[in-house]
Structures are given as structure tokens and as C-alpha cells.
């Protein structure tokens, strides 16, 4: 009389997936740290056209965004980041006339 060995395909099946979501936490845990360690992306460049028209979307004065558009343009600043322009347009409206 032949015997066969019955094996459980199930806890088998489940042991390969115990270890592969035990693989995956551990990928994540990794890709957590690594974010966590990556600096924070820069500021993306911005023309001087751009910041003007996104300004004139949030600010209702045309004329003076008309006024440092040109004065900008006449200094030679054509593009930078929107928190330097936000800056000096600032600075800009605060200027005497």
C-alpha cells in the first residue's frame, strides 16, 4: 500500500504572502525615509509675463502691475522665482512716486 504525502497549499500560499506584504512594508518604510531625507523641490522659475498675469488674476490695480512690468523689464529682470517678484512688487507699491 502506497502512501502520499497531502501537503497544505494553503498555508504555503499564505506564507508567501505574509512574506511578500512584509517585503512590501519594508519597501515603503524605505521609500518614507528617503522622502523624509530628499530636500523639498526649489521654486520653478517664472517670467516676468507669468507673475504678471497670475498678479492681475489676484490684484485689481492693472496700472501698477503695468508700471512694474515695465520697470522690471527696464532693469533686466525677465525672470525669477514668484516669491522674489512677489517681493519686490511689494516693494514696488510701497515706493513714493
Known amino acids: 500500500m502506497a502512501t502520499t504525502k ?3 497549499t ?3 500560499a499564505d506564507q ?4 511578500t506584504a512584509v517585503d512590501q512594508v519594508a519597501d515603503v518604510a524605505v521609500s518614507a525615509d528617503q522622502v523624509a531625507a530628499e530636500p523639498a523641490p526649489a521654486e520653478q522659475d517664472l517670467t516676468l509675463y507669468e507673475f504678471c498675469q497670475r498678479l492681475s488674476s489676484k490684484d485689481s490695480r492693472v496700472e501698477l502691475i ?3 512690468h515695465y520697470t ?3 532693469a533686466g529682470t525677465i ?5 522674489a517678484f512677489n ?7 510701497t515706493k513714493p512716486v
Open 87 to 93: 517681493d519686490r512688487f511689494a516693494a514696488f507699491t
Open 6 to 8: 497531502k501537503t497544505d
Open 79 to 83: 525672470k525669477d522665482v514668484e516669491s
Open 66 to 68: 503695468a508700471a512694474f
Open 72 to 74: 522690471e523689464t527696464a
Open 16 to 19: 508567501v504572502s505574509t512574506d
Open 10 to 12: 494553503t498555508a504555503d
